[in-house]
């Protein structure tokens, strides 16, 4: 039997297709018949072969199957495939189903059965009047994928897509239930892509380029979008061209973004990321912003923990070769745990960080910050808040202020914040560590203040310096608000100040109890005799006194003893130049055994007796007192020199340090007055031989 009659029994052995007829078009190149009308079996107008039946045409309609029947209900009618005879249902049908009973249009199901079985076949794939194309799950009832034509959206999963493309993955969590795009490439060229392209007349800068969306329900059953990822175009400039990448989530009921990634065409950075950056562009490589953002690093290793041992870390390094080449640290922040000793069940985190210094750098540590919260510098084991060390002698902290005000700086403040401060209160030390012969460590130097009175309004404070003598500590200096001390403590430190030239200017020397000005011997060698020792070299004098008066009476200097009475003033010079004493007593070195070439003086009469003996006031008194300058009485220099006694007249300078400066006369009077002792012992003479004589005469 040929294939054509077996597609003709098929057709008419078929309750489905009983009725109906079968149109086929005449042969190659004719035009469609405008109206059949052939009934029952199967007429062919083309040519029959011993493989099967081949229809063809070049144009319009080849091949037409219609139904004649217009009951009043819906029909379904088309081609059935029958693979085995026997059968009575096809193994596969196309039909075509009427839009509805009184409608032409037809849609077209397509038909497959999904075993070997006499059974009904499934229906696969529908295409409806309006070009909505669906295919079906397994058992035929649901549609699975839908093409709806008029909007021009493809649902899988859905038979009513919301988008252009609507998948809806239903009960399933797989992570492959969704969308899977995958690539059989070998190669490492590319693979699998998504692309999103979209096609503007007029790009501009900022146009959305495209996005994902994620929706889900709220509490009210409410389609709500929680998260977005979406690109921008920063720049369409041709040959300069930027983008950016956003992921934005929803907070508070507001759409807010939460990170950005964006190229850049300054700076040393390609690109930006950006964290809760908003709308502005990533200002760094990575911008994080928020109310209180935080960065976790978290090491999800267990075990127990040694000393030393890192669990999280940020490393710095550069691919230059001049610097390291590829990789190279230069510089990293490492969470350590700073615990000593080993096996410990628990970290005790620290924070370690490292520099590199050098053309092949290595980064080493620097600082740490131990689980105590102590500080080190150059140092694994601070031993207090902070700890620096150094292996050389340079500068360990340098304090420096630019600021151009007048205002005082740079500042360093020591505050002891007691909630109960009272008096005595240590508010805080200085100590200058070191060691000593056997290793030991001890306080060379504190510098410790104290508050005396705490009273508001009223604060009194004092500076102590310690230092060791013979081992221990002693008070040096003492700074207090109502005296300042040095040696406190009653030791043997002695106290020298220098000045340019003189190395003692001022010096107590604590072992003689004695305060020597000029020298560290005292004068005259009196080591200890005296409480006050005054040197000075040969072109200096030892000493000044001056008072600004110009009362002549005040009294320059006082000397006191406790001969007439406890604290008895003995001697005084006046600011006139008196010089005042309690026992009017002038004394001078007179020993014999100091002297030599002793002869007697010679007359002395005649001197006398051309002394002028004036009196005269000073002129400088009388510019600084006027008529209150006292009346003097003396003789006068020139007049002596004339008178040829200028043995008894000095003259020099008046400033001894400008000798060539004006000058000044001044008279030996204690000569002039033994001067006249002589003249009277020889007036004695002259008048015991006159009374001689006059006894004589009245005697004869």
Known sequence: MSKARILANLISDNAELADGQISVAEVVGAAPLASPTFTGGIDVTGTVLADGLIVEGTDGEIVRISST??????????????????????????????????????????????NNSDTASLKRLNIDTDGDLSLYEATGTTPKMVWKASDERLGLGTDSPEAVLHVDMGTNTSDLAGVLIATENDSNATGPDLAFRRRSASPANNDAIGALHFYGDNAASEDTKYARIFVESRDVSDGTEDGTIKMNVIKGGSDVNVLSVTSVNSGNNAGRVGVNVGGDTPQEALDVRGDKPFIEIRDNTSGTWDYNDIFSGLKFSTNDPDVGGAGQVHA?????????????????????????????????????ITNDGFVGINEENPTAPLHITLNDNSDFIHLECTDADATEGPQVHFYRNSPSPADNDKIGVIKFKG?????????????????????????????NFIILKDGAQRNALTLRSTEAVFNQNSVVIDLRVESGTNAHMLFV???????????????????????????????????????????????????????????????NIEASGDLENANNRYTGFSDARLKQDIVDANSQWDDIKALQVRKYRFINHVETMGDDASVQLG????????????GLVKTKPIDENDPDGPDRKSVAYSVLYMKAVKALQEAMERIETLEAKVTALENS
Not at 71 to 84: C, I, K, M, V
Not at 348 to 353: K, M, Q
Not at 538 to 552: K, L, P
């Open 69 to 114: 029947v217009d009951s009043g209900t819906q029909q379904e009618f088309g081609l059935g495939f029958a693979t085995n005879p026997s059968h009575t249902h096809p193994a596969a049908q196309i039909l075509a189903k009427e839009f509805d009973a009184s409608d032409s249009r037809a849609g077209l199901n397509f038909y497959t059965r999904p």
């Open 332 to 368: 990293f922040v490492k969470a350590i745990h700073t615990r000593a000793g080993t096996g410990h069940s628990n970290p005790d985190a620290g924070l370690s960080f490292g520099t590199s210094q050098g053309v092949a750098p290595i980064a080493i540590e620097r600082m740490r």
């Open 435 to 463: 060691n000593n012969s056997s290793g030991a460590d001890v306080n060379m130097l504190e510098i410790g203040t104290q508050v005396d009175d705490v009273t508001a309004g009223s604060e009194d404070s004092t500076v």
């Open 509 to 571: 020397d604590a072992g003689a109890d004695q305060v020597k000005i000029g020298n560290s011997i005292a004068a005259g060698a009196q080591e200890g005799n005296s409480y006050l020792s005054v040197s000075a070299p040969s072109g200096t004098r030892s000493m000044d006194i001056d008072r600004a008066t110009t009362t002549a009476s005040n009294h320059l200097v006082n000397f006191y003893s406790n001969v007439g009475g406890t604290n008895t003033m003995v001697c």
């Open 635 to 646: 003789v006068i220099a020139q007049e002596l020199e004339t008178s040829g006694m200028s």
